[in-house]
C-alpha cells in the first residue's frame, strides 16, 4: 500500500560547469534529436535533446522528472512505463519549441554518476539542473529557457530558476507545502494506527536531521535508511515559498484526479505567487 503511495526518492549532487557533449543528429517528423551528456565532479548525466529542423533561433524547455527512479521520458519501474516526458518533448517540438530531458543521476544512463543514494540532496540536484539550463542559455540555437518541472521536479525547478537565468516556468503538479505536511496527510489516510504513529515518529526525527538506522519493513520503501540523508535535505525546503520568490512568468498546470496532490495545492501556490 505505502508503494503505491509515494516512490523511491532519488536526486542529485554537484556538477562541473563543462560543454554540452551531443551524438550525431537524428532527424525525424521534422524534429531533430540528438543524445547530449554533461560531465559532472560524480560522474556524466545523460539526456535527450530535441528540437525543431530549422536554423532560426527557439525557445528550449528544461524538463526536470519528479521523484523516484524517473528516467528522462517519465518512466519508473515503481510506477509504470507511460513515456509521459517524452510525449510532451514532443508535442513542444510540433509547437516549435525544442526541449532536452534527462535522467537524474542514479537512474537508468546516470545511474553511475551517484550509484549510492545516500550521497544524494535535494541541492545537488538543483546544481544538475543549473547546469543543464546554463549550456542551453550558450547555445545561439535557443533564444529563450522555460523550466518545466514535474511534482518534486517543479520544487525544483523553482529552486534552480534564479540562478539558471530561467525566463519562465511551468510547474506540473507541484506541492504548496513542505513535504512533511503532504506525506502526513496521504499517510494518515492509508496506514493503520500503529504504522502511522511510526512515520510520524520517523518524519519528526528527520525533520530534526536525525537517521532511524532501524525502520519497521512495512515503512522501508518511504523511510528505507539510505534515503534519509536525501529526506532530510527534502523536509528543509517549503516548495510554496520557493514558487513565491520567482520573479518571472509562471505557468500552474494541474489535473484534479491526482491521488497525491490536489487542486488546492495549484491554487496556493497561485495564492504564494
Known sequence: MLRALLLPLLLSTTLL?????????????????????????????????????????????????????????GNNPEGGHNDSLKRLAQSLAKQGIASLRYDKRGVAASRAATPDERDLSVAGYVSDAVGWAQQLKANPAFDRLILIGHSEGALIASLAAEQAQADALVAIAGSSRPVDQLLREQLAARLPPDQLAQSNHLLDRLLARQLTPQVPKPLQVLFRPSVQPYLITLLQQDPGQAFARLQIPTLIVQGSHDIQVSVADARALKAAK
Open 17 to 73: 560547469q563543462t560543454p554540452l557533449h551531443a551524438a550525431p543528429q537524428v532527424v525525424t517528423h521534422g524534429s531533430v534529436e540528438q543524445s547530449v551528456r554533461l560531465p559532472t565532479a560524480q560522474g556524466t548525466l545523460h539526456g535527450t535533446l530535441l528540437k525543431p529542423s530549422g536554423t532560426s533561433p527557439v525557445a528550449v524547455a528544461l524538463l526536470i522528472a519528479g521523484s523516484g527512479p524517473t528516467d528522462r521520458n
